[in-house]
């Protein structure tokens, strides 16, 4: 594994030193930055350190403060405090250098409310605004602080959908632990999806025709790293393929293109080589690795990005949530068989396929996790009383239409008295089929 973790690091000591306890641009410049496809690395308007004419030099070199300063952010003084956010635990094993890459907008002081601050030694939980945990990192000998300071909202932060982490957090354990969820699920207290549509304030007028520009040879890729999948999504292309032809690049296949988009690869990441062969294609498969609630990865918002007809296979809200026509969903067919059926009649037609294109130019992608502009409404909830002021019970959908019974959100407490329950049962989570019977259903088809 690829690390460029030391830079980032010795950034986090110089926080408290810099200017009013923020990271100051200039310190930054310097330094090796993850980069991200979109995310070209340059100073905010009035960002530079020194510049923002509202603290003075005697109170940056304030070093301590107390609890009760940092809950009230320091408001109406010279040199307005962050909000602490205290890290409680690594993420995926990996320690400050991953979560710095996760809150990369709100560290680089690009946050609309970008007063707070992330801090690593547990020995500051008293001066912490919030804690944050990442649950998959909680083995049963994890320690949870040993107080609860009042008014501490102690945040349970996950990306996943909860099928990766079903068999290694007991999650019962944490019952009545945290305050709010952080998490893809729009019912989760900050939501941080993988990726954004945005409406173009003024339409563009192409007059590009996609279709020609591809052989019908190349029908549709797949990328895929993780070949035993909670969706049973590669039961799905074993029967896809048997009606059309598939390029599987990645691990589990035989071509290779680029290294995928994943935490671990920021900064080394080219999505150039990989979208030049992605582009070549009619369909790209955007499969999750699990049919979870509202759980659509990055996959499927960089397809978005590329010329090329994303073909999903998920449980989240695609069409809530995605442009107007702008994909197939592999689910709405009876079976792998009448979707590669569809998919060919389309290759063969080029007004139905550039229709898959009309919505470009109405709309834009913005591929989020991890460089997602959602991580601010963190720091933007930490500095809003209403987060704060009761009643603020959390309830989940399904809770609330009686669909299942035993889906808990938030109580009256103020915490998730059944984080299981809300996060595991909550998620619905399901594979293709439904059942072995189902399954002999679809393939038989
Ligand atoms: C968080 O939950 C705990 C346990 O239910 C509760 O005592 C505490 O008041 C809650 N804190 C906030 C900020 O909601
Ligand atoms: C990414 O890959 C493309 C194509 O191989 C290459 O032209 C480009 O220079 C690479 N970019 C970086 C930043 O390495
Ligand atoms: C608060 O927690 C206690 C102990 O778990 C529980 O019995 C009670 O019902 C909860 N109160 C509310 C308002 O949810």
Excluded at 121 to 146: I, N, Q
Excluded at 219 to 228: D, E, K, P, R, Y
Aim: aromatic letters at 12%; a positive charge.
């Amino acid at each position: 594994m690829r690390r460029g973790g030391v830079v980032l690091m010795v950034m986090v000591s110089v926080t408290l030193g810099t200017l009013c306890g923020f990271l100051s641009i200039n310190t930054m410049q310097g330094a090796r930055l993850p980069r991200g496809p979109n995310d070209a690395v340059t100073n905010p308007p009035g960002a530079s350190s020194g510049q923002d004419g509202t603290c003075s030099k005697s109170s940056s070199l304030k070093r301590s403060y107390t609890r009760s300063e940092v809950l009230s952010g320091g408001e109406g003084e010279a040199c307005p405090l962050p909000k602490r956010i205290l890290i409680w635990t690594s993420f995926w094993g990996e320690q400050s250098f991953t979560w710095e890459r996760i809150f990369f907008r709100q560290v680089s002081r690009r946050c609309p409310e970008s007063r707070c601050e992330l801090v690593y030694d547990h020995r500051l939980l008293d001066s912490a605004a919030a804690v944050l945990f990442h649950p998959g990192d909680m083995k049963p000998s994890y320690s949870l602080p040993a107080t609860r300071p009042p008014g501490q909202p102690w945040i349970f932060l996950s990306f996943e959908s909860p099928s990766t982490m079903i068999n290694k957090v007991n999650l019962a354990r944490l019952n009545g632990v945290f305050n709010w969820t952080m998490t893809y699920r729009r019912d989760s207290d900050v939501v941080v999806p993988y990726g954004l549509v945005l409406t173009r304030t003024a339409p563009l007028h192409l007059q590009k025709d996609y279709w020609s520009g591809k052989s019908n040879k190349l029908l549709a890729a797949w990328t895929v790293s993780h070949c035993n999948t909670e969706s049973r999504r590669e039961w799905f292309v074993k029967e896809l393929v048997k009606h059309m032809a598939l390029d599987v690049f990645g691990k589990c296949g035989t071509r290779k293109c680029g290294k995928s988009l994943f935490l671990m690869t920021i900064g080394t990441f080219n999505q150039t080589e990989c979208s030049n062969e992605i582009e070549k294609y009619m369909f790209y498969l955007a499969f999750e690795n699990s049919i979870c609630l509202d759980y659509i990865t990055e996959k499927f918002y960089q397809a978005l990005t590329l010329e090329v007809v994303p073909v999903v296979l998920g449980g989240g809200p695609y069409e809530d949530i995605a442009p107007p026509h702008s994909y197939v969903d592999a689910l709405a067919f009876d079976s792998p068989k009448h979707l590669a059926k569809y998919l060919k009649e389309v290759a063969n037609d080029r007004d139905a396929y550039n229709r898959f294109f009309v919505w470009k130019q109405h709309y834009t992608v913005e591929l989020g996790h991890p460089f997602s502009p959602l991580v601010c409404d963190l720091c933007a909830k930490l500095h809003d009383p209403v987060s704060f002021s009761p009643p603020n019970a959390n309830r989940n959908p399904m809770e609330q239409v009686g669909v299942l019974g035993a889906v808990r959100g938030r109580d009256g407490n103020g915490s998730y008295p059944d984080i299981q329950s809300w996060f595991v049962r909550g998620s619905v989570c399901r594979r293709w089929w439904q059942s072995a019977e189902g399954r002999r259903k679809h393939i038989h088809k």
